[in-house]
């Protein structure tokens, strides 16, 4: 049994990676999830995690992080997950409480107090986590891994180099990266292999509670990522969760990555050093390639266990 903490800004894929650990309670225990601004504001996605945990009936900590990156400010836009950071579905009513406001100490406690070593799974920009990692480094030895969405070694999203969660704060994804801890990086490499079709989107209507809410998650998000050019929808965020959960469906390669902080053209980048013979030891294992079939079986079985659970 793998011990996590998520740290996200649900967003339409954080959500469905929230709801894949939710079904697979044999192999993981959530600790807690914590937000932190990024696809919205703070307190937008802290009110889209509320809504999927009440939605979901879960009984897991839920933590406010932080709302602004470590140096510069950020301001969020609705162009990919629209106004409320998760359009698409309706939720009525759902009251879900939230535990703190301080999701570092949140996550230093829980990583303190647990017996063993827990794994960090990071879906959002990377603030709580180095914050969490600069200000205890005591617990680095406690960490097992830190499985994020982040980044790309060939290209990026919102430039041509960075990809989103590290563009937004690329001081503290630095700070990550270069902590010495395993690092599993499900970046766009992966990432926009991780597809699922249309027609897949269609098999999740009406089929049960949850998986009708991830169909209307993916309605909207489908339909979004049409104004990117993506025909399917890249479902980022579970990676990072899926690898925890299946990583023989995985394939990467481990090489030494850092990420470009300088204001310039590269802000945001993370580049792998792929020379024959480098210096530099490598400090990430970089996913490169996902069985998308098995991907989307896994999501697919994850929200009818659901189904079955929630009535
Ligand atoms: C990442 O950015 C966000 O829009 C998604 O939730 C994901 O974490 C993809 O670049
Ligand atoms: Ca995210």
């Given at each position: 049994m793998r011990k996590i903490l998520i740290d996200c800004d649900p967003g339409h894929d954080d959500a469905l990676a929230i709801l894949c650990a939710l079904a697979n309670k044999e192999k993981l225990e959530i600790l807690g999830i914590t937000t932190v601004g990024g696809n919205q504001t703070l307190e937008k996605v802290t009110i889209n995690a509320q809504h999927i945990l009440a939605f979901a009936q879960a009984e897991v900590p839920l933590v406010k992080g932080q709302s602004?990156?470590?140096v510069k400010t950020f301001q969020p836009s609705d162009e990919a997950h629209g106004k409320s950071g998760m359009d698409g579905p309706y939720f009525e009513n759902l009251v879900y409480p939230i535990t703190g406001e301080n999701a570092v100490l949140f996550m230093a406690e829980k990583i303190q107090a647990s017996k063993e070593k827990v794994t960090l799974v990071a879906l959002g920009p990377l603030t709580n986590i180095a914050l969490l990692l600069k200000t205890f480094p005591e617990i680095h030895e406690k960490i097992e891994a830190i499985s994020l969405m982040g980044g790309g070694i060939r290209n990026g999203n919102v430039t041509s180099l960075a990809e989103f969660n590290i563009y937004v704060d690329p001081e503290a994804a630095h700070i990550v990266y270069h902590s010495g801890l395993p690092i599993?990086?499900?970046g766009l490499d992966v990432t926009e292999q991780a597809e699922i079709k249309v027609d897949e989107i269609g098999l999740l209507r009406n089929k049960g509670k949850i998986s009708h809410l991830a169909y209307e998650l993916l309605s909207f998000y489908n339909k979004s990522g049409?104004?990117?050019?993506?025909v399917n929808s890249p479902i980022h965020d579970l990676c990072a969760?899926?690898?925890l959960i299946k990583p023989e469906i995985f394939a990467g390669n481990?090489?030494?990555?850092?990420?470009n902080t300088s204001d310039g053209i590269g802000r945001g980048q993370t580049f792998a050093d792929k020379r024959l013979v480098s210096s530099?030891?490598?400090n990430v294992l970089v996913l490169e390639n996902v069985e998308r079939k098995h991907f989307v079986d896994l999501l697919m079985t994850a929200l009818e266990r659901l189904d079955r659970e929630v009535i």
């Open positions: 602004q990156p470590l599993i990086m499900s049409q104004q990117f050019g993506f969760l899926a690898y481990y090489y030494f990555v850092d990420v530099h030891k490598a």
